[in-house]
């Protein structure tokens, strides 16, 4: 399967994700005194992008639901991934840790 993108950040991705914390934009390595709300959004041209979430390190995939929000309300470390699939099934993982 060809990959378009396998970034950690939002450089060149079919995917926009935003995580804030208590009103401000969490960043990476920031530590969290209260839930974290990540969301996921594909760019404007792109309503045939399927979404997926890993929460093991990309061993298993989810469908996501990007019209809502991922709130992580638990103390601990967590690696977020995302994976964007194309019509063609061309895939662009992002991944987070928080």
Known sequence: MPVFAMTNSNTTSALTITMVTNGQLYSEGDIATSPVTIQV???????SIQ???SQDLGATWQT???????IL???GDYD???KA???IGQIAIEKRRI
Do not use: G, H, R
Request: net charge negative.
């Open 41 to 47: 959004a594909t760019s404007p041209d792109s309503a």
């Open 51 to 53: 979404v997926e979430i």
């Open 64 to 70: 996501f639901d990007a019209a809502m929000p991922l």
């Open 73 to 75: 309300q638990d103390v």
């Open 80 to 82: 977020i991934w995302f």
């Open 85 to 87: 699939t194309d019509a």
